[in-house]
């Protein structure tokens, strides 16, 4: 009996000792608003590092300087748990715009929206982690890595090197060579005046309106290619492939799906 009892009463203190933590979530219900201007007349290079939120950049022809108007959503109690700069060394401008966001949130997780108006003959350097991203008019190179989320980019004159984690991805209107790396997600490309290179996991294809050739080495989705003055060349896992109106096409594999393929001027090959 003495025994039970003892039991008893070591299983009721162990449990009434042992506690559960529920998380109380936490909500970005406070927004602020930053206005940044630099003078960017004698830079050359902007290199951006963002975390979370929209990025809007636009590059004007008669702007001297670099203006960032960002919209800052965090949490009430954590207001200032955020970084924001606009600095210059040498002729390189610096945009970095981190908040942190670990822990249970309800609703929108803690962002920075970026606006950013740029005279249009500086170079990008973009490192984004999600959000939606919109580059316009700009008249010089650019690179971006981004981890997820829409991408947008148009009117450019100058090379564009993209490497996309994930999420839809439309560029149109560009003057110089393009080169894509992609996980996943929609690729949309129109009026490219130079070659284009893309390296894609999954998600459909869209190119239209090439002046130079194309490579393509895709794992799955849809291929759609038209109007492309030079060589077509097209590594395919899975997905239909429709190609019309192209100086040549080079298919070395075309694995599973249909193949549509109308107007090839030159050289026209398929292999396994």
Not at 27 to 52: M, P, V, W
Not at 66 to 83: E, F, G, M, P, W
């Amino acid at each position: 009996m003495k025994l039970a009892q003892s039991l008893f009463f070591i299983t009721a203190a162990t449990l009434l000792s042992g506690c559960i933590v529920i998380a109380t979530p936490s909500h970005a219900n406070y927004h602020s608003q930053q206005k940044l201007i630099i003078d960017g007349q004698a830079l050359t290079l902007l290199a951006i590092e963002t975390g979370a939120g929209l990025l809007d950049i636009t590059g004007s022809d008669t702007a001297s300087d670099i203006t960032l108007v960002a919209d800052i959503y965090t949490d009430k109690s954590h207001r200032d748990n955020y970084q924001l700069e606009l600095t210059t060394s040498g002729q390189s401008g610096y945009l970095l715009a981190q908040v942190n966001s670990s822990g249970f949130w309800q609703g929108e997780s803690p962002h920075i929206d970026l606006k950013v108006t740029i005279p249009s003959h500086l170079m990008l350097k973009v490192n984004d982690g999600s959000g939606l991203v919109n580059i316009s008019h700009i008249n010089n190179a650019i690179e971006i890595k981004d981890g997820s989320g829409e991408l947008t980019i148009k009117d450019i004159n100058g090379d564009l090197d993209i490497n996309d984690g994930s999420g839809s991805l439309y560029v149109s209107g560009v003057i110089g060579n393009v080169v894509i790396v992609d996980g996943s997600g929609k690729i949309e490309l129109n009026d490219l005046d130079g070659n284009l290179d893309i390296n894609d996991g999954s998600g459909s294809i869209f190119a239209k309106g090439i002046s130079g050739r194309a490579n393509i080495d895709d794992g799955s989705g849809d291929l759609t290619v038209r109007n492309v003055a030079g060589l077509v060349t097209i590594n395919d896992g899975t997905g239909d492939i429709d190609v019309a109106k192209a100086g040549g096409l080079n298919i070395i594999a075309s694995g599973s799906g249909d193949l549509r393929v109308e107007a090839i001027k030159g050289v026209f090959s398929v292999g396994e």
